[in-house]
Each structure stands twice: as C-alpha cells, then as structure tokens.
C-alpha cells in the first residue's frame, strides 16, 4: 500500500457515506431479521430470499440546488493524457460506485488497475501484478493483451460504423459470423442472436423455454436461476 493511502481512504470513506445526499444524516431504522421459511431453499439467506416490501421509511433529504455546473468546470484536468495515482484514488472516492459492494468497501478493496497482459493485472502506482482470476466480467478469453488481428478488425469496423440497431439494420460482419456458427453448430441450431449482457441473454433464454414448453413459470430447482451473476430479469419473475 502506497504511503498514507490507507488514511487517505479511511477519510474519503467517511466523506462518501454521506455524498449520495449532499444533507444531514437521518438514522435509519435496521431491516427486520430475515425469516428463514421465507428463503428459498438450499439458498444463502438473505441472497435469494424471496421478496418481501421494505418497512423502513425512505431518509428525508434536505433541498439541494441540483443545477448543472458545466459551465463553470475546468476541463484542464480532464484533459491530462495521465492522472497521479493519489489523484485517481481522489476520483475513486468522491466519484465511483459499485454494483456488488458498498462505496467505502470498494475504496478499501479494488484494484486500481492501470493496465494488464495476458491474464495479469498489474496496479497503478505498486506495479504489483494480478492473476485476473475472473477474466474480467468472465469476457476477456483472449486476456488482456489483444492480438493485433482483433484490434484491426475493430478499428476497422468503428470507421465502418460503431453500432447499428439489431432490429431495423444488420451489417455484413454479422450476417458472417452467424452463418460461421450455423456451420460449427450441431442442427438445427443455425439462426443466432446476440446479447449486450447476461441478463438479457438469461430473459430470452426463459422465454424460450416457456415458448418451446407451454410453461409459463420455472419449473427449475430454485437455487439455479434467481439472482446469480447475470442478472435477475423480468421473464423470471
């Protein structure tokens, strides 16, 4: 750990647990133990538990001037080709949120990653290397050293167009890559449709199901399907 970082984080800590309201601190009543008849069974309580509304009263906010200040920003800063460390540290605090953790836990515990190889990590400021056990979000198999081949071929596609609407356009890399797979997949799987995340490809995936089936609720062991890493979407409920 870089010297002072760890008071560093434990004051921005602090500071953080109050930025989300800009206000004074309302004491929020605790959430009722949980029931353990109401949670799914062979699940983590608390993780799968079915749901139940929330009986504590949301904080009373003091008013807070929300106007926009872009222009009286200083984009000089924001134009640097690199930040110090301790400056992206700053921005972590003040600026950053997590989807699987609380901001002050996310302070303490993320690796501030300034680049990566193969399927190395190596953290800014320490030069400390590592293994990137998750692939990233399970998305990087080629690691983090790109072949040069894939990086042209994306270049290339981003002077031909970044993004087209799946359902009004199509581009020709698409009709290819489908047309591979529907050589490389058994039949009579050969029509394709891809999915910006796991949850949308866990939604249609039910709906799939439930059409292909009849079905319309899952008839799958409980602990399988609600609430894992892609997603909890609507087709599940």
């Known amino acids: 750990m870089l010297p002072g970082s760890r008071r560093l984080a434990t004051s921005v800590a602090k500071r953080t647990q109050l930025r989300a309201f800009s206000a004074e601190v309302t004491v929020v009543p605790d959430r009722p ?12 309580p608390g993780v799968n538990q079915r749901y139940r509304p929330d009986p504590r009263p949301f904080p009373k906010l003091a008013h807070v ?12 800063r924001h134009r640097e080709a690199e930040w110090s460390t301790d400056a992206v540290k700053q921005a972590q605090a003040d600026n950053v949120m997590y ?3 609380p901001v002050n836990l996310g302070i303490k515990n993320t690796v501030i990653a300034k680049e990566g190889h193969g399927p190395y990590l190596i953290e800014s400021g320490t030069g400390k290397k ?3 056990w998750s692939s990233g979000a399970v998305c990087i198999n080629l690691g983090h050293t790109v072949p040069e081949t894939v990086i042209t071929a994306m270049v290339d596609q981003l002077r031909k167009t970044p993004f087209v609407y799946g359902d009004l356009y199509v581009t020709e890399i698409r009709c290819r890559l489908s047309a591979l797979l529907s050589e490389i997949f058994p039949d009579p799987l ?17 709906r799939v199901a439930r059409h292909m089936t009849g079905r319309q609720k899952n ?3 409980p602990p399988i399907l609600p609430r894992r890493h892609h997603g909890h979407p609507s087709a599940h409920r």
């Open 33 to 44: 133990v949980i029931d353990a008849s109401e949670t799914l069974p062979g699940s983590v």
């Open 219 to 221: 008839h799958v062991p």
């Open 65 to 76: 001037d929300n106007s926009s200040k872009h222009k009286d920003i200083d984009l000089s």
């Open 190 to 206: 050969n029509s394709f449709l891809y999915y910006n995340s796991g949850a949308e490809a866990n939604e249609a995936a039910i």
């Open 130 to 132: 590592f293994l990137d």
């Open 99 to 101: 989807s699987w953790m």
